[in-house]
T-cell receptor, first 109, second 111 residues
Framework: GDSVTQMEGPVTLSEEACLTI???????????LFWYVQYPGEGLQLLLK?????DKGSNKGFEATYRKETTSFHLEKGSVQVSDSAVYFC????????FGQGTRLTINP | DSGVTQTPKHLITATGQRVTLRCSPR?????VYWYQQSLDQGLQFLIQ???????AKGNILERFSAQQFPDLHSELNLSSLELGDSALYFC??????????FGSGTQLSVL
């Protein structure tokens, strides 16, 4: 079945550092790919998405590119802020989504 | 605000009991999804309804059931509760653009 593997956390960075959270997937067909973010005590919020190969999703300074050849959808940000501290989930699917295990990110001032 | 409403936010109950979680999807969304989030299992898909009909089933226990009503709100019923059922239960709805929009969840604690 379809599956998503994210880099193990937790990840701790200093403010203004560069961020990459790795995500790889296995899937039949060509699913859409998503990144969701979960802040403490809240539900998951859609951060960005890509619906086909080579698409780049972007939002709030975060980017991810749908790479079919490497079956990856890594999340990147050039300069993180304390407010980016949250748990990030990679997911794939058309309607029902399959989620990775989540990566906890902490940004220190 | 995602537009998806879940009630209650917190629920504390005892083993063996039955509870009902409620979800109202975003206006215009016909699909409702239920997910369970726990520390050891992560986010697990339970069940999907589309316009009142069950569309897909995931790792949902037989003690759990759900339904979607004509006004499109959905309820997840959990019975014969066990300690291991303690988790965060999320409802989500989806529209034509793809992706899911999640409610803020119901935190269930079984004591």
């Amino acid at each position: 079945g379809d599956s998503v593997t994210q880099m193990e956390g937790p990840v701790t960075l200093s403010e203004e550092a560069c961020l990459t959270i790795n995500c790889t997937y296995t899937a039949t067909g060509y699913p859409s790919l998503f990144w969701y973010v979960q802040y403490p005590g809240e539900g998951l919020q859609l951060l960005l998405k890509a619906t086909k190969a080579d698409d780049k999703g972007s939002n709030k300074g975060f980017e991810a590119t749908y790479r079919k050849e490497t079956t990856s959808f890594h999340l990147e940000k050039g300069s993180v802020q304390v407010s980016d501290s949250a748990v990030y989930f990679c997911a794939l699917g058309a309607q029902k989504l399959v989620f990775g295990q989540g990566t906890r990110l902490t940004i220190n001032p | 605000d995602s537009g998806v409403t879940q009630t209650p936010k917190h629920l504390i109950t005892a083993t063996g009991q039955r509870v009902t979680l409620r979800c109202s999807p975003r206006s215009g969304d016909l699909s409702v999804y239920w997910y369970q989030q726990s520390l050891d299992q992560g986010l697990q898909f339970l069940i999907q309804y589309y316009n009142g009909e069950e569309r897909a089933k995931g790792n949902i226990l037989e003690r759990f059931s759900a339904q979607q009503f004509p006004d499109l709100h959905s309820e997840l019923n959990l019975s014969s509760l066990e300690l291991g059922d303690s988790a965060l239960y999320f409802c989500a709805s989806s529209g034509p653009g793809g992706g899911l929009f999640f409610g803020s969840g119901t935190q269930l604690s079984v004591l």
